[in-house]
């Protein structure tokens, strides 16, 4: 749209050009509104939305400013153009002179607030003073030019266009200096600049013409045709300034400008604009007067206000002088202060790395003069093995690496080497500095307590033995470079260690350790390494193959066999010990848990003997054994934790296939190991003493579940599974008799079943067995087949039931029933003997054929009913009614 005005009003100016001075004029006048007072109004909505999305006047005032001038040029020029057609005076000059000289500040001010031109007050006064400085001078010059050369030969111009061209002259000129140095968004800035300019010399022009058109007490008269040129150029300048304004202010930023570092502490960049126009006026006023010329009262006047503008600009120079010293004289007072007062060296490297500079410091901290290091090369000072990573990380930083830190020994001024860190930053892009800066700092003390540490850190204090860290470390080292007969890694730990410290005191179990250490010392080999890696547990990495190292464990394992004679006292321990070889393991960690892990197996392994085994690192029972050791964390607190359950196998009549009793099984689910069968967590229960808390919980829920079925009408018996501890334990008949009790359960229908190869044959399992029977509680003989039992015993064992297992009714692949005799054998003499059998595991018709033909008519197994929850444990039973037992 502003580019259709801006054609249209240049096509309307050329044709009208040659139409005459009225024509022109009113063509002119037209154009020059209409484009004003459109993009006046652009510009005032735009300052409006920025004031409405920032909420704050300063980004704003640049484009109102410069849109109020576009309006004051508008409105200026009707009224010119009215007060020329309606009279005969020379008011119409009066009107557009009035128009230049408002709407020519209202435009600067516009620029000089333009967001990106002048942030500072101090900043727009000097953009004011260059500008009145350099259009004043030049105004000087020419008219001092234009009288020496006779050109003023007519009448003098009148006061006021003499104030409208200077007017005109100053302004362009400030409105040149603000946009050459805007801040920031410097092409909106010269757009805006551009565009005040040109409206500012076309008010000045459009001013003058009308002087010329127009005579005191003439009509608008006609006049050469260069009036109509310049009314056509006056008017197309004048549409074209506005058009450039508004180009510019809405490419310019809606933020307020910040002040800028060179407006705050001032800047010398204005004064080469100033040099030029004050040169050229000394050379015309000095030629001037060479020449016998004289200065008239506008040249004189000019003058004035020319040494007046510079004379401003000056006194601001000397100001920003002055303080721009005081700043530097504060600065370097300051850094005078840091590097006196300061610890480190600052060293000054030329692109050559040679000592062009050195703090005070040097000869302070390092005893260093001038004399003993400038013009040197900085690795000359340094010790020579610490010389070529000094001359690395000096490359390293001349090639664009930063943040360099140097360790390094220093010569000091008494020939002593220091123990330094430096620190690189180069700055030779910094024309005050030129060079690569070094900072060195004196770290004597924190080296030598960083040794101390490291000893400390490295050895045991109780032992002087390697530490754990230690140890590892040695172990990576060696693994880095290890073959297939690399070395060994040996773990033992003192079994029963703890109980020492509780039975004589901490000043026992330290002798103890120490007797320990020196034991361990004694049976290795002077290339092996002994380490303590806390507590009781001791290591030991050697050079030797696996099979010497085994012999090599062995001799440990019986070092701390022997007694602790100590005084006063006489100590017994054991240790396990646990190999692993370097070979196949990830790293010093893995190797040291393989040895650990082949430790815990052999502790394992021995325990209910005298201790002391050696166990070499085998895959195969890794898996195992962490399984295992999950087992022990999570198996105490099973019964709170409500993870154990029950499931029933029903025991058939073989010959009515019709249900008389349950076996109780116990189960555990446990929400990360799933479900763990009791093979796998009641040996661990009895290792940890849990044995009878699982047996209990385990006899109450069977007692209780009993009582629900009975409760039903099903006239069922129950068999609950108890361990040879539970059977020994003094308590077990008074647990037994509660759970009856409590239950309402008869004695005979609950069946007491303990495994034959966990049976003890001892008068106390008589005696325990007994006891049942005397409570109306039956007992049986579970796996019957599985254990050491011999027949003979049957008939001194208070027993009830045999359960025989699968092994004596299982026909073996190729061979043709060698296993009825042995059932015939069994179940005969169990019936003479009053005890009835069931045979268990039946899997297959082949074996209820078996036991059937043998006499035996009670059978348990998958064939018949698996093990399952009470819900459809009593499905079954529905389906299948019991008889009466």
């Known amino acids: 749209m502003f580019w259709l005005v801006l054609v249209t009003a240049g096509a309307a100016f050329s044709a009208a050009a040659s139409a005459g001075p009225v024509l022109s004029f009113g063509a002119?006048?037209?154009?020059?509104?209409?484009?004003?007072?459109?993009?006046?109004?652009?510009?005032?909505?735009?300052?409006?939305?920025?004031?409405?999305?920032?909420?704050?006047?300063?980004?704003?005032?640049?484009?109102?400013?410069?849109?109020?001038?576009?309006?004051?040029?508008?409105?200026?020029?009707a009224v010119t153009g009215f007060v020329a057609l309606t009279t005969s005076t020379a008011a119409p000059g009066v009107a557009a002179a009035v128009t230049t000289l408002v709407a020519a500040p209202t435009f600067l001010l516009g620029l000089l607030l333009?967001?990106?031109?002048?942030?500072?007050?101090?900043?727009?006064?000097?953009?004011?003073?260059?500008?009145?400085?350099?259009?004043?001078t030049l105004c000087y010059s020419v008219w001092v030019l234009a009288a020496a050369t006779s050109v003023l030969t007519g009448p003098l111009p009148g006061a006021v266009t003499c104030c409208v061209a200077v007017t005109c002259c100053v302004s362009v000129a400030v409105a040149v200096v603000t946009g050459l140095r805007a801040v920031r968004h410097r092409p909106a800035a010269l757009a805006c600049a551009g565009g005040s300019a040109l409206s500012i010399v076309g008010l000045g022009v459009f001013t003058v013409l009308l002087f010329e058109l127009r005579r005191p007490g003439e009509p608008l008269a006609p006049g050469a045709g260069w009036v109509s040129a310049g009314l056509a150029v006056a008017g197309l300048a004048l549409v074209a300034g506005p058009f450039l304004i508004l180009t510019g202010a809405r490419r310019a930023d809606d933020t307020p400008t910040r002040p800028h570092a060179a407006d705050a502490g001032g800047t010398?960049?204005?004064?080469?604009?100033?040099?030029?126009?004050?040169?050229?006026?000394?050379?015309?006023?000095?030629?001037?007067?060479?020449?016998g010329g004289r200065f008239d009262a506008v040249a004189v006047g000019l003058g004035v206000a020319a040494a007046m503008a510079v004379a401003g600009r000056e006194g601001l120079a000397a100001r920003d002088i002055r303080r721009y010293a005081r700043t530097l004289a504060t600065r370097e007072a300051h850094f005078r202060a840091l590097v006196a007062g300061s610890t480190d060296v600052a060293i000054v490297l030329d692109a050559e790395l040679v000592v062009r500079w050195q703090s005070p410091a040097a000869a302070r901290q390092f005893g260093l003069s001038d004399q003993d290091v400038l013009g040197r090369p900085l690795t000359d000072l340094l010790h020579p093995a610490d010389a070529a990573p000094a001359g690395d990380a000096l490359?390293?930083?001349?090639?664009?690496?930063?943040?360099?830190?140097?360790?390094?020994?220093?010569?000091?001024?008494?020939?002593?080497?220091?123990?330094?860190?430096?620190?690189?930053?180069?700055?030779?892009?910094?024309?005050?500095?030129?060079?690569?800066?070094?900072?060195?700092?004196?770290?004597?003390?924190?080296?030598?307590?960083?040794r101390s540490l490291d000893v400390i850190t490295w050895t045991d204090d109780q032992t002087s033995l390697a530490n754990r860290r230690k140890f590892l470390a040695a172990v990576a080292e060696t693994h880095r470079g290890s073959t297939a007969e690399a070395g060994c890694v040996l773990v033992a730990e003192l079994d029963r260690f703890e109980s020492v410290a509780d039975l004589h005191g901490p000043t026992v179990a330290d002798a103890v350790l120490i007797e320990a250490a020196r034991r361990l010392r004694a049976a290795i080999g002077p290339e092996d390494l002994p380490a303590r890696l806390g507590g009781a547990a001791f290591a030991v990495l050697t050079g030797a193959p696996l099979v010497h190292a085994f012999a090599l464990a062995t001799r440990v394992a019986t070092a701390f066999a022997e007694p602790f004679h100590l005084p006063g006292h006489t100590v017994h321990l054991t240790a396990d010990v646990g190999v692993a070889d370097l070979h196949g393991a990830a790293g010093a960690e893995d190797v040291l848990r393989r040895a650990d892990i082949a430790r815990r197996r052999a502790r394992q392994t021995s325990r209910g003997r005298d201790g002391g085994r050696v166990e070499c690192y085998?895959?195969?029972?890794?898996?195992?054994?962490?399984?295992?050791?999950?087992?022990?964390?999570?198996l105490p607190g099973v019964v709170g934790r409500g993870e154990l359950d029950l499931v029933f196998?029903?025991?058939?009549?073989?010959?009515?296939?019709?249900?008389?009793?349950?076996?109780?099984?116990l189960r555990w689910r446990h929400p990360r190991l799933g479900a763990v069968p009791p093979h796998e967590f009641l040996p661990v229960a009895e290792e940890l003493g849990l044995a009878d808390e699982l047996g209990e919980w385990a006899l109450h829920q069977a007692c209780r579940q009993l009582s629900r079925w009975r409760a039903d009408g099903r006239d069922l018996w129950m068999s609950v599974n108890a361990s040879a501890r539970q059977l020994a334990a003094p308590g077990w008949l008074a647990t037994v008799a509660t759970a009856v009790d409590t239950h309402c359960v008869p004695a005979e229908s609950l069946i007491i079943e303990v495994a034959e190869a966990s049976l003890p044959d001892d008068a106390g399992a008589v005696e325990q067995l007994a006891g049942?029977?005397?409570?109306?509680?039956?007992?049986?003989?579970?796996h019957f087949g599985t254990g050491p039992t011999a027949l003979a015993h049957l008939r001194r064992l208070p027993v009830d039931v045999l359960k025989i297992d699968q092994v004596l009714f299982s026909e073996p692949a190729g061979q043709r029933a060698p296993a009825t005799p042995i059932v015939d054998v069994v179940v005969g003499l169990a019936r003479r003997l009053g005890i009835d059998v069931v045979a268990c595991g039946l899997e297959t018709e082949s074996h209820v054929d078996v036991v059937r033909a043998a006499g035996c008519r009670l059978g348990q197994g998958y064939l018949l009913s698996r093990p399952d929850h009470a819900e459809h444990v009593e499905a079954y039973l529905e389906r299948h009614r019991a008889p009466l037992f």
Do not use: K
Request: proline share 4%; aromatic share 4%; charged share 20%.
């Open 268 to 291: 010398l960049a204005g004064y080469p604009l100033l040099v030029g126009p004050v040169l050229l006026a000394v050379a015309v006023s000095v030629t001037h007067l060479l020449t």
């Open 114 to 136: 333009l967001p990106g031109t002048a942030p500072t007050v101090r900043a727009r006064l000097r953009r004011l003073l260059d500008g009145a400085g350099i259009g004043v």
């Open 772 to 782: 049942l029977r005397a409570l109306g509680v039956r007992t049986a003989i579970d």
């Open 618 to 634: 085998d895959r195969s029972f890794e898996a195992a054994l962490v399984r295992r050791t999950d087992l022990e964390q999570q």
């Open 28 to 77: 002119v006048a037209a154009g020059v509104i209409a484009g004003s007072l459109v993009h006046a109004v652009s510009l005032i909505r735009l300052a409006l939305r920025i004031h409405h999305g920032r909420s704050d006047f300063g980004p704003c005032r640049g484009a109102g400013f410069l849109g109020m001038g576009a309006l004051f040029t508008g409105v200026g020029v």
């Open 395 to 450: 490359r390293a930083v001349l090639a664009g690496r930063q943040h360099v830190l140097l360790q390094a020994r220093l010569r000091d001024g008494f020939g002593h080497w220091r123990d330094t860190e430096s620190t690189f930053s180069d700055q030779r892009a910094a024309p005050e500095v030129g060079g690569v800066v070094v900072h060195v700092r004196d770290v004597g003390d924190r080296a030598q307590l960083q």
């Open 649 to 665: 196998q029903p025991v058939v009549d073989l010959g009515s296939r019709l249900p008389v009793g349950t076996e109780a099984l």
